[in-house]
Protein backbone atom coordinates (compact mmCIF):
# COMPACT_ATOMS: atom_id res chain seq x y z
CA UNK A 1 0.00 0.00 0.00
CA UNK A 2 1.95 3.41 -0.76
CA UNK A 3 1.25 6.19 1.47
CA UNK A 4 2.18 10.05 1.04
CA UNK A 5 3.45 11.37 4.56
CA UNK A 6 3.58 14.78 4.63
CA UNK A 7 5.49 16.64 7.81
CA UNK A 8 7.38 20.06 8.67
CA UNK A 9 3.89 21.88 9.29
CA UNK A 10 3.93 24.09 12.28
CA UNK A 11 2.57 27.98 13.91
CA UNK A 12 4.50 31.10 12.85
CA UNK A 13 4.26 34.46 12.67
CA UNK A 14 3.85 36.29 9.79
CA UNK A 15 7.24 36.52 7.76
CA UNK A 16 8.12 33.69 9.08
CA UNK A 17 9.06 30.28 7.00
CA UNK A 18 8.52 26.74 7.02
CA UNK A 19 9.58 23.99 4.47
CA UNK A 20 6.66 20.92 4.00
CA UNK A 21 8.24 17.65 3.12
CA UNK A 22 5.92 14.99 1.27
CA UNK A 23 7.57 11.35 1.35
CA UNK A 24 6.09 8.26 -0.50
CA UNK A 25 6.18 4.94 0.96
CA UNK A 26 5.11 1.67 -0.23
CA UNK A 27 5.72 -0.24 -3.36
CA UNK A 28 4.27 1.46 -6.48
CA UNK A 29 3.95 0.46 -10.04
CA UNK A 30 5.81 3.62 -11.53
CA UNK A 31 9.32 5.29 -10.45
CA UNK A 32 8.79 8.14 -8.67
CA UNK A 33 10.78 10.21 -11.06
CA UNK A 34 6.99 9.39 -13.24
CA UNK A 35 4.63 11.36 -10.77
CA UNK A 36 3.90 14.46 -11.24
CA UNK A 37 3.37 16.25 -7.49
CA UNK A 38 1.24 18.48 -6.04
CA UNK A 39 0.75 20.87 -2.47
CA UNK A 40 -2.64 22.19 -2.18
CA UNK A 41 -4.16 23.40 1.24
CA UNK A 42 -7.64 23.72 2.34
CA UNK A 43 -9.21 26.11 5.08
CA UNK A 44 -11.76 25.37 7.35
CA UNK A 45 -15.42 26.34 5.01
CA UNK A 46 -13.34 26.50 2.24
CA UNK A 47 -12.32 24.37 -1.29
CA UNK A 48 -9.41 22.73 -1.32
CA UNK A 49 -6.80 25.39 -3.26
CA UNK A 50 -3.95 23.95 -5.68
CA UNK A 51 -1.14 25.97 -4.18
CA UNK A 52 2.22 24.76 -6.22
CA UNK A 53 2.69 21.56 -8.71
CA UNK A 54 5.83 20.11 -10.19
CA UNK A 55 5.81 17.78 -12.76
CA UNK A 56 7.78 14.66 -14.01
CA UNK A 57 10.27 17.22 -15.87
CA UNK A 58 10.57 19.17 -12.97
CA UNK A 59 8.60 22.01 -14.39
CA UNK A 60 7.06 24.02 -12.19
CA UNK A 61 3.69 26.05 -11.67
CA UNK A 62 2.16 28.60 -8.70
CA UNK A 63 -0.91 29.64 -7.63
CA UNK A 64 -0.68 33.67 -8.17
CA UNK A 65 -1.24 33.97 -4.25
CA UNK A 66 1.83 32.47 -3.40
CA UNK A 67 4.25 32.78 -6.91
CA UNK A 68 7.71 34.26 -5.23
CA UNK A 69 7.16 33.76 -1.39
CA UNK A 70 6.72 29.32 -1.97
CA UNK A 71 8.99 26.99 -4.02
CA UNK A 72 8.25 23.46 -4.73
CA UNK A 73 11.13 20.87 -5.52
CA UNK A 74 11.50 17.80 -5.56
CA UNK A 75 14.43 14.70 -4.75
CA UNK A 76 13.68 11.70 -6.79
CA UNK A 77 16.50 9.55 -4.94
CA UNK A 78 14.60 10.41 -1.38
CA UNK A 79 10.90 9.91 -3.08
CA UNK A 80 10.16 13.42 -1.38
CA UNK A 81 8.61 16.37 -2.50
CA UNK A 82 9.07 19.82 -0.76
CA UNK A 83 7.72 23.06 -0.50
CA UNK A 84 9.43 25.90 0.85
CA UNK A 85 7.58 28.86 2.30
CA UNK A 86 8.65 32.10 3.15
CA UNK A 87 7.35 35.52 4.08
CA UNK A 88 4.02 33.57 5.46
CA UNK A 89 1.16 35.43 5.72
CA UNK A 90 -2.57 34.72 8.17
CA UNK A 91 -4.18 33.98 5.18
CA UNK A 92 -1.69 31.15 4.23
CA UNK A 93 -3.20 29.46 7.37
CA UNK A 94 -4.94 26.13 6.12
CA UNK A 95 -4.03 22.11 6.14
CA UNK A 96 -1.52 21.59 3.54
CA UNK A 97 -1.69 18.79 1.47
CA UNK A 98 0.51 16.33 -1.11
CA UNK A 99 -0.82 14.64 -3.86
CA UNK A 100 0.56 12.32 -6.69
CA UNK A 101 -0.82 12.17 -10.35
CA UNK A 102 1.17 9.23 -12.71
CA UNK A 103 2.42 11.23 -15.77
CA UNK A 104 2.79 14.78 -17.01
CA UNK A 105 -0.65 17.48 -17.09
CA UNK A 106 -1.44 20.58 -17.47
CA UNK A 107 -3.66 21.34 -14.95
CA UNK A 108 -1.67 20.00 -12.17
CA UNK A 109 -3.17 22.84 -9.67
CA UNK A 110 -6.47 21.11 -10.36
CA UNK A 111 -7.31 18.77 -7.48
CA UNK A 112 -9.46 16.58 -9.52
CA UNK A 113 -5.90 15.60 -11.43
CA UNK A 114 -4.60 13.10 -8.53
CA UNK A 115 -5.04 10.23 -7.18
CA UNK A 116 -3.48 10.06 -4.52
CA UNK A 117 -3.05 12.35 -1.12
CA UNK A 118 -1.42 12.43 2.13
CA UNK A 119 -3.49 12.85 5.62
CA UNK A 120 -2.53 16.74 5.76
CA UNK A 121 0.05 18.92 7.71
CA UNK A 122 -1.35 21.90 9.67
CA UNK A 123 -0.05 25.48 8.87
CA UNK A 124 -1.09 28.35 10.97
CA UNK A 125 0.09 31.82 10.45
CA UNK A 126 -0.28 34.02 13.41
CA UNK A 127 -0.40 38.15 12.89
Known amino acids: QVQLVESGGGSVQAGGSLRLSCGMF???????????LGWFRQAPGKERDGVAA???????TYADSVKGRFTISRDNGKNTLYLQMNSLKPEDTAMYYC??????????????????WGQGTQVTVSS
Open 99 to 116: ATHVGQSNRLLEASSYNR
Open 26 to 36: GYTAYSYSYYS
Open 54 to 60: IGIDSST
